[in-house]
């Protein structure tokens, strides 16, 4: 039992050993340690400038209905010209629940194509699209 029990304390100060020689090769720059990246000092990386970002916008659950929450258009077009003109991103996510699709009430749910119609209006007219470089 006492062997065991010098065997686990020899092999616990060697994983604590070499742990340490790891971390000080890796992050105290002994000779021959590999830098903290591979590419150190290279872009892209952010730096005083703006030339290596990537600005995109994400919008979601729109919700664009015809018979609840009238001001759901205002606020689409709202996003689309000022929102994206301030921001000037190269590509805007549009996810989640374009149109509502329900019924007043909420109770069943299907398609309404003046729902989408609206949506496509309020691109066309915003042009938000022209405006965009991924699109």
Known sequence: MRVANLL???????????????????????PGAPSVHPRD?????????????????????IH?????????????ESF??????????????VTGDLTHGKFSGGRYSQQFEEEWRVYGEVLA???VRDRLPLA
Do not use: K, M
């Open 41 to 61: 000092g290279e872009p892209p990386y952010p730096g005083a400038t703006n030339d290596n970002l990537f600005w995109f916008l994400q919008i979601s659950d």
């Open 8 to 30: 686990a304390l020899a092999s616990a100060a060697f994983a604590s050993w070499l742990a340490t020689f790891v971390f000080q090769c890796y992050y105290q720059g002994l």
């Open 80 to 93: 689309c010209t000022r929102t994206v003109s301030t921001i000037s991103p190269a590509l805007v996510l």
């Open 125 to 127: 007219e915003s042009g």
């Open 64 to 76: 664009l209905s015809l018979v609840n929450d009238f001001e759901v258009r205002e606020d689409l």
